[in-house]
């Protein structure tokens, strides 16, 4: 049976889809073929802007701008015959490519034959054939890199551990993931923990580790839940403790909480977390690799590496290489998230462009506004402009615009979102975050955030504009860790591509996307006004009084310019100014 | 003492040999669990209890695709495999009824993408 999916609109065209959809039931039916063919409405075929859609079941052909002449036509040739009508097919390409997320929503994570049936486990089997010093030949091949948010080839850590004499070694997982926005790590953790574990075990073997922690946050309790009975099974199944498959690899795996600090995301912090001591980081080095947890030798890798190390080990570093860029090899898991239409998780291979992650796998913008720039790498990164879109995505490609790759954060901005608000929302997180041990970013961090409220509130001179550039560079260059080194990258990038923005908030005292609540008033137009009284049923204040016949008027002195009057008026009788 | 090599790929054979033709995968991490994918994954088993199904229904991680959480994967024989988002427990209803009872696919929650 053939199945004919039409896609749902919103908007004009959703009369014309009712139209088309009868008229190709009826025609079915006049034909006598309705028990041949059904015809479904459905909700997304993830192709937009291209008019009434349609996919043919189970050739998989699309057909876009359909009217109902093409109708007889598509019967004729595709439903009776299974050819493809050219003139109005279109090639889409799958532009994602799944390796961290190869098994996440398809297998039950909470099954280890589940995880073994797709060739789990065979990454570790491989390895411990091949013998440490090849597998780190191995992961070289492959070119895999952290995708913690530095980017350090992760051969080049393990050999480093592996390099130090000690009679102990330890690796750790880092499952911390505080940027806002991002759950990639999450999802992983949650859909595939053998994966994970499995990561940890050939890292284990490669650098001579034979204890391996998760650190997860306590935020996290289905993640936890789902490691500890991933943990517990492979014990049982003697996947985990002594003599791995027959070798004489003896590993062990636990779990420690952390407690939701960002700072205990960075490696020093994170040990001292584990030591029980403080989440406070310091200087380094040494670095972890040489003086780790309890001042051992200790690798810590992030949990897409580690998923991604099971699949290496398991495919071939060769093969894995041959993905991706020169400099950046693989995919990476993005939590794309903002105005975007699709917000979730996508797996890209690197290289794809920013356009192609947002229009043709996100779906472009909201409500189709003007977008204004993309945020990667969290409050670690930066803004990224629309006019630079048709980067790469690559590490270096993206530290060059002022941004970075991250850990995966990805939000997309459309022409309402304020560049001044953003960065005084990212900062505004790292002071809160900030562990106050060193005072670059301790201080330097509040006295930034003072200077972007003060701009935000109408109050800012030129003099700020210079003060904020000098206070993030100090910063940059005399934090004690990566959180006060990187928290004033929002700003920055924020300043080199929308200087124009800060100006009007300083110059002219004006938001120019309405969000700066102190540089916008909302007032009514009594012309335009219908009485309806939307506006002050939604006030939260109770600015807006009035009635049918007198109209209604907003008490300058109660409104707060939260805007929710100026969305929900029907007859844009609400003026902004 | 463990496993063996061996015995691991035993697993796998096992496994796969044991893999039933129709079967259905609800999303149940915390983006899915939090859409209501408990009371769908619930509804659902009901179901296949009553209709006295040969039906395998599993807890899975997440797909990606969050905005349409809760979502429901339906592989029956006799009709394509599909997913359903944004399912609530009408929904879940209507998949049992149509989908798999029937082989017609629900009217307005297909996400194919
Ligand atoms: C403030 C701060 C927070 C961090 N948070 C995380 C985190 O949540 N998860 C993570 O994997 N790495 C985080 N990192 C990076 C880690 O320090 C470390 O580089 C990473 O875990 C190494 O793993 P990789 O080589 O596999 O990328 C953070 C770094 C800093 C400075």
Redesign the interface.
């Known amino acids: 049976m053939k199945r004919i999916l039409i896609q749902d609109t919103n908007g004009e065209l959703k009369k014309v889809l009712r139209e088309f959809s009868v008229s190709f039931k009826s025609q079915l039916q006049d034909r006598g073929l309705s028990g041949q063919a059904q015809v479904v409405v459905v909700s997304d075929i993830g192709v937009y802007n291209k008019g009434i859609v349609a996919k043919i079941l189970p050739e998989g052909f699309i057909y876009i701008n359909l009217d109902n002449a093409h109708i007889a036509d598509i019967i004729e040739k595709t439903v009776l015959k299974g050819e493809k009508i050219d003139a109005i097919a279109l090639d889409k390409k799958n532009k994602q490519l799944r390796i961290v997320l190869r098994n996440c929503g398809i297998i039950d994570p909470e099954s280890i034959e589940d995880y073994i049936a797709v060739n789990g486990y065979q990454g570790i089997a491989r390895a411990l054939e091949l013998g440490p010093e090849k597998v780190i030949e191995d992961m070289k091949k492959s070119g895999l890199r952290g995708r913690g948010g530095a980017g350090f080839p992760t051969w080049l850590k393990w050999n480093l551990a592996r390099n130090v004499k000690a009679d102990e070694k330890f690796i750790i997982c880092n499952g911390d993931e505080g940027d806002p926005g991002a759950y990639m790590d999450r999802s992983v953790l949650e859909g595939d923990p053998h994966s994970v574990i499995e990561g940890l075990m050939i890292g284990g073997l490669a650098t001579g580790a034979t204890r391996g922690f998760f650190y997860i946050r306590a935020e996290y309790p289905l993640a936890i839940q789902r490691i500890q009975k991933a943990i517990d099974v492979a014990y049982s199944k003697g996947l985990l403790g002594k003599n791995i498959l027959g070798s004489n690899f003896n590993f062990d795996v636990e779990i420690r909480l952390g407690a939701g600090a960002f700072v205990c995301g960075e490696e020093t912090a994170l040990i001292a977390s584990i030591e029980g001591l403080r989440g406070y980081p310091r200087p380094r080095p040494p670095f972890p690799t040489t003086k780790g947890l309890w001042g051992k030798p200790t690798v810590i890798n992030n949990v897409e590496t580690l998923a991604n190390v099971s699949y290496v080990l398991f495919k071939g570093g060769e093969e894995f290489g041959k993905i991706g860029t020169e400099g950046s090899k693989g995919t990476k898991v993005f939590a794309l998230t903002g105005k975007v239409r699709n917000s979730g998780l996508v797996e890209v291979p690197m290289g794809i462009s920013l356009r192609e992650i947002v229009f043709d796998i996100g779906g472009g913008v909201l409500d189709n506004r003007k977008i204004k720039a993309i945020q990667t790498g969290g409050p670690s990164g930066g803004v990224i402009p629309e006019h630079f879109f048709d980067t790469p995505v690559e590490y270096e490609t993206l530290q060059k615009l002022g941004s970075i790759m991250g850990s995966g954060g990805m939000i997309v901005m459309d022409e309402n979102d304020c560049m001044v608000d953003i960065s005084k929302f990212y900062l505004g997180f790292c002071v809160d975050e900030s562990c106050g041990k060193c005072a670059p970013c301790r201080i330097g961090g509040m006295e930034m955030l003072l200077l972007l409220k003060k701009i935000a509130q109408g109050k800012g001179v030129a003099e700020d504009l210079t003060k904020l550039s000098e206070i993030a560079e100090a910063m940059q260059k005399a934090s004690l860790c990566g959180l006060g080194q990187t928290a004033p990258n929002p700003v920055i990038s924020t300043l080199k591509y929308f200087m124009d923005e800060y100006k009007a908030h300083v110059f002219d005292k004006k938001c120019p996307s309405a969000k700066c609540a102190s540089l916008v008033t909302y007032s009514i137009n009594k012309e335009e006004c219908t009485g309806c009284g939307m506006c002050s049923r939604v006030c939260p204040v109770i600015a807006i009084t009035g009635s049918r016949q007198d109209k209604y008027a907003i008490d300058k002195v109660k409104c707060i310019s939260c805007g929710q009057c100026f969305e929900v008026c029907k007859f844009k009788s609400v003026v902004r100014q | 003492?463990?496993?063996?090599?061996d015995q691991?790929l035993a697993?796998?054979d096992?496994?796969?040999k044991k893999?039933p033709a129709s079967w259905i995968?609800v999303?149940y991490?915390?983006?899915g669990?939090a859409a209501g994918a408990k009371e769908v994954y619930e509804v659902l088993c009901e179901e296949i209890k009553a209709r006295n199904l040969t039906l395998e229904i599993?807890?899975?991680?997440?797909?990606?695709?969050?905005?349409?959480e809760p979502?429901v994967?339906v592989n029956v024989e006799g009709a394509?495999r599909v997913f359903y988002?944004?399912v609530n427990k009408e929904i879940a209803h209507k998949i049992m009824d149509e989908h798999v009872s029937q082989?017609?696919?629900?009217?307005?929650?297909?996400?194919?993408?």
Do not use: W
Request: with cysteine; charged share 25%.
């Open positions: 003492m463990g496993m063996t090599k691991l697993i796998k096992e496994t796969l893999q995968r999303g991490s915390t983006c669990v599993k807890k899975c991680g997440c797909v990606g695709l969050c905005s349409a979502l994967e394509p988002g944004k082989k017609k696919l629900v009217d307005g929650h297909i996400y194919d993408i």
